[in-house]
């Protein structure tokens, strides 16, 4: 095993589970939301540095789709897809290129 520094200064989580009841993140477009996010970050040129990942259930179903961002310590609930723009706009506030 190796054990190395993590390799991206943002990791974005979105929650793509999906619940037969309906009530999750995926019944509330967090596959689009994924996809936009994901888009958005290799736009910007900086998908070397923030990785949008999938998650699983983050056991707040109920306020789904829920995307959290770490180290910032942010979780995002109720999201939509109108609120990538400024998702996008706050995790990126802080990333350095790197030179
Ligand atoms: S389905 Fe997303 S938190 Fe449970």
């Not at 509330?28 to 958005?40: D, M, N, Y």
């Not at 900086?46 to 109920?62: E, P, W």
């Amino acid at each position: 095993m190796k054990n190395n520094p993590v390799p991206y200064q943002k990791i974005v989580f979105v929650c793509l589970n999906e619940r037969p009841s309906g009530v999750c993140c995926a019944g509330g477009g967090s596959e689009t939301i994924h996809a936009q996010l994901k888009a958005a970050v290799k736009a910007r040129g900086l998908d070397a540095l923030v990785r949008v990942s999938r998650a699983g259930c983050l056991n707040q179903c109920a306020q789904g789709p829920n995307v959290m961002v770490f180290p910032d310590n942010r979780w995002y609930s109720n999201v939509t897809e109108s609120d990538v723009p400024g998702i996008l706009d706050e995790l990126v506030n802080n990333v350095v290129a790197p030179g």
